[in-house]
């Protein structure tokens, strides 16, 4: 059931106060469900994880503009089923909560709390909440430098300083507390907010963290004991514990918030044993995994919650029991992954099928969903270097442009289904045509340039071939030829014929694709590779590595013409040497010829 369903997960910035989308989205992924991160920057870390079957870019996240946000979510939903949300970062929270009926009338279902909810639990208005027996350390508001005075009349240093949404400091004189004031509502007001100033209190720190249902009913929760945390006091070690007071003050805030969905409490216990609560987050904490990897599936108890109101089945039943005396670390690392990746997030606002990093983070590929040569260009950086060719460096956006117009100027002379045989040799005119003549649904029979006029009319009679394009000329010799072929016939190859008469050999577009990407994940290409070599593209191998895998990295191909090579592979050294060729392809022969002469030039 779970493998249905599609959760959408915000917050997914990983940087210092890291966001708990991360968390979130692992926790989802081992329940089953499936995961689309959404985030408002290309910079997120999500492109490169395997907790996300799909990763998108929205700006409208980041903008607030409702109107767009919900188109957006349309062509999300329309794509991956997306149908539930859960929001990650405390601004964002406010944003849904306020459109949450607008989100419920295109399908997509949230478990937020409501705004006078959000507003009773804020940090401004945090300290009402002692008289429903909660202990809230002395708070006071500041909008300006002369309401400091106000701050150390009623509290003595040190004294804490926090911004509405971020950032804490604790400032232990009247300097610091000018410097933190300053630094505070300049970064996060503009000069123009207020600034949050509480009682200092010595203790250990802790935390709950749990989940209500629309009736206010708490359903689960998780207590730890923080090990260690930063100078922003965010969590980076902690450890399970089960405490009778905690929980107690948890159902009280509940109870006086009439709270719906995730939460996090923060609380300071003293030399005396008194527990301080000190702050509120209306989101799942960013070590949210730990409690799912000890027994209390945060986020997968929201999923199941908002399933049960929309089935109108039996209420989620309670459940707090995890596994106590567990310590979780946090770790950082780095991960490396193509630049066109972020491109693609840039311009297509999306990357999907992610695998785990791994040295390359190569992009999953399911040829399957390939239906035409020229998908592979999509995922290229338009302004990179697609072809070179001698002196000529063609780009990907001018490759795409000028297939868009050989079409244009092929697509009277030749029609769906027909057969087509290109003559021509290794240039990038070849390519185009090729790619040109797939997007018009014809099946393409690339023949040698060496070849004879026997060999093709050999080929021509054997196929019945209706279309016959070599160098620049392009002629129709049957519209009523006919030869019949499979319906998924994308191109045909013939052997070389030096065991007798060539021999035809038929493929679909994946029995091309499938070899050529698993061959270049084994090459490990990415699209920092210029790929060259000497097989003609008249042969799988040479159409293969040269007209294919390049495109499917993101890479370069180094065009050479076969015919030349064979007469000149003092050329072909050169050619790799101003072309800086990273990955060569060539056969036993062509290997033998070369390692043995480099030294006749003065090139290495």
């Known amino acids: 059931m779970n493998k249905e369903i599609c959760v959408g997960v915000t917050g997914l910035k990983i940087m210092n106060s890291p966001q708990s989308g991360f968390g979130v989205a692992r926790s989802l992924k081992e329940a089953g469900y499936k995961v689309v991160g959404i985030d408002s920057s290309q910079l997120t870390s999500a492109i490169c994880s395997p907790y996300f079957d799909h990763v998108y870019t929205l700006k409208s996240l980041?903008?607030?503009?409702?109107?767009?946000?919900?188109?957006?979510?349309?062509?999300?939903?329309?794509?991956?089923?997306?149908?539930?949300?859960?929001?990650?970062?405390?601004?964002?929270?406010?944003?849904?909560?306020?459109?949450?009926?607008?989100?419920?009338?295109?399908?997509?279902?949230?478990?937020?709390?409501?705004?006078?909810?959000?507003?009773?639990?804020?940090?401004?208005?945090?300290?009402?909440?002692?008289?429903?027996?909660?202990?809230?350390?002395?708070?006071?508001?500041?909008?300006?430098?002369?309401?400091?005075?106000?701050?150390?009349?009623?509290?003595?240093?040190?004294?804490?300083?926090?911004?509405?949404?971020?950032?804490?400091?604790?400032?232990?004189?009247?300097?610091?507390?000018?410097?933190?004031?300053?630094?505070?509502?300049?970064?996060?007001?503009g000069g123009r907010g207020n600034v949050i100033f509480q009682e200092y209190i010595k203790g250990d720190f802790y935390c709950t963290a749990g989940v209500s249902d629309r009736n206010h009913r708490l359903l689960r929760h998780f207590s730890m004991k923080k090990l260690g945390i930063d100078f922003k006091g965010s969590t980076w070690c902690g450890q399970t514990i089960q405490n009778k007071k905690l929980k107690e003050m948890t159902e009280r805030f509940i109870d006086a918030t009439g709270w719906v969905g995730p939460f996090e409490m923060e609380f300071i216990k003293d030399s005396d044993g008194i527990f301080w609560l000190f702050e509120i987050n209306p989101r799942c904490p960013a070590y949210i995994y730990f409690a799912a990897a000890t027994g209390q599936n945060l986020p997968d108890s929201i999923v199941r919650i908002i399933n049960v109101e929309n089935e109108g089945n039996d209420k989620v039943k309670k459940d707090f029991s995890y596994d106590l005396n567990m310590v979780f670390t946090r770790l950082t690392d780095e991960v490396v992954y193509p630049k066109k990746d972020l491109n693609s997030l840039d311009k297509y606002g999306k990357v999907r099928n992610l695998q785990t990093a791994d040295k390359h983070c190569v992009e999953s590929k399911n040829c399957t969903d390939i239906k035409t040569f020229y998908e592979l260009l999509n995922d290229g950086d338009d302004d990179k270097v697609a072809v070179l060719h001698k002196s000529e460096a063609i780009s990907y956006r001018e490759l795409k442009d000028k297939i868009n117009e050989r079409c244009n100027e092929l697509?009277?002379?030749?029609?769906?289904?027909?057969?087509?045989?290109?003559?021509?040799?290794?240039?990038?005119?070849?390519?185009?045509?090729?790619?040109?003549?797939?997007?018009?649904?014809?099946?393409?029979?690339?023949?040698?340039?060496?070849?004879?006029?026997?060999?093709?009319?050999?080929?021509?009679?054997?196929?019945?071939?209706?279309?016959?394009?070599?160098?620049?000329?392009?002629?129709?010799?049957?519209d009523k030829a006919t030869a019949e072929l499979p319906d998924d016939a994308c191109m045909i190859f013939y052997t070389s014929g030096t065991t007798g008469k060539p021999k035809c050999i038929i493929h679909t577009k994946q029995s091309i694709l499938t070899p050529c990407y698993e061959e270049g994940k084994a090459y490990g290409i990415s699209d920092s590779d210029i790929?060259?070599?000497?097989?003609?593209?008249?042969?799988?191998?040479?159409?293969?590595?040269?007209?294919?895998?390049?495109?499917?990295?993101?890479?370069?191909?180094?065009?050479?013409?076969?015919?030349?090579?064979?007469?000149?592979?003092?050329?072909?050294?050169?050619?790799?040497?101003?072309?800086?060729?990273?990955?060569?392809?060539?056969?036993?022969?062509?290997?033998k010829i070369i390692v043995n002469m480099p030294s006749q030039l003065d090139l290495y």
Request: aromatic share 10%; glycine share 4%; net charge negative.
């Open 531 to 591: 790929i060259g070599g000497t097989p003609s593209l008249s042969f799988t191998y040479g159409f293969g590595a040269f007209a294919i895998m390049p495109f499917m990295f993101g890479a370069t191909v180094s065009m050479y013409p076969y015919s030349l090579s064979l007469k000149n592979f003092i050329t072909v050294i050169r050619t790799i040497a101003s072309h800086k060729v990273t990955v060569f392809f060539s056969i036993p022969t062509a290997y």
């Open 411 to 478: 697509k009277g002379m030749i029609k769906k289904n027909d057969k087509v045989i290109i003559r021509s040799d290794e240039t990038p005119d070849t390519i185009i045509d090729i790619y040109a003549i797939d997007l018009l649904g014809a099946v393409i029979v690339p023949v040698s340039p060496l070849s004879t006029g026997k060999d093709i009319e050999s080929i021509i009679d054997d196929l019945k071939v209706n279309v016959m394009i070599y160098e620049k000329n392009i002629e129709r010799i049957d």
């Open 62 to 189: 980041d903008t607030e503009d409702i109107d767009v946000f919900i188109q957006d979510l349309k062509k999300i939903r329309s794509k991956t089923g997306l149908s539930i949300i859960i929001p990650n970062c405390d601004r964002e929270i406010y944003f849904f909560s306020r459109y949450k009926n607008e989100l419920k009338d295109i399908g997509i279902n949230i478990l937020v709390p409501t705004l006078e909810s959000l507003k009773q639990t804020s940090k401004f208005n945090l300290s009402d909440l002692d008289r429903h027996g909660l202990n809230i350390p002395k708070t006071v508001i500041a909008s300006t430098e002369n309401d400091l005075k106000t701050v150390t009349e009623n509290i003595d240093f040190p004294i804490v300083c926090k911004g509405a949404l971020a950032d804490s400091y604790v400032a232990k004189d009247k300097v610091d507390l000018f410097i933190y004031f300053r630094k505070i509502d300049e970064l996060f007001h």
